[in-house]
């Protein structure tokens, strides 16, 4: 994610000389332009100028308003990735399957073909919900206590059953 950092700093006062610079407004540019070129040689980007006032003491008791020029420049920040440790969670289904059933079983489930739950025939009755939703989370009948999918397994390990 990033984000800007802004620096200000006050405007120049006085004009700088240089080498073939001449008159006071040539001399006060060049100074501008030197105090911008280090600072974007650092990074910063300049943004704009500005007249602010500043109050300040004068004497033991009084204050009086001053106006300072101000350039304020910005750049961007990164921040660091360092500090983002992401954690692995889990496949819903391996967490349901080691919880629920023996180490056996769990072999035995993820040897089956895996069923989505989209196959399953809704047959509307007495207290029945529907087993398998559009995003095919699967909901448990109150009639049966079972999901379409325990109930693929169920039916398939009976006809292995019988076969063999």
Do not use: C
């Amino acid at each position: 994610m990033s984000g800007w950092e802004y620096k200000v700093v006050p405007a120049p006062t006085k004009g700088q000389k240089g080498k073939g610079i001449r008159g006071a407004e040539a001399r006060f540019a060049f100074a501008l332009e030197t105090l911008m070129n280090d600072m974007a040689g650092d990074g910063w980007e300049f943004q704009r100028a500005e007249t602010l006032p500043s109050v300040e003491r004068t004497g033991l008791t009084g204050s009086t308003t001053e106006w300072r020029n101000l350039l304020v420049f910005r750049r961007t920040v990164q921040a660091p990735v360092d500090d983002f440790e992401p954690e692995l969670l889990p496949a819903p289904e391996d967490v349901a399957a080691a919880d629920d059933a023996p180490a056996d079983e769990v072999q035995d489930m993820e040897d089956a073909p895996q069923s989505t739950g989209m196959d399953a025939e809704f047959i509307p009755g007495e207290g029945a919900t529907h087993m398998a939703t559009d995003n095919g989370v699967e909901e448990t009948s109150p009639v049966s206590g079972m999901t379409t999918s325990l109930k693929n397994l169920a039916s398939q390990r009976k006809g292995t059953d019988d076969a063999g």
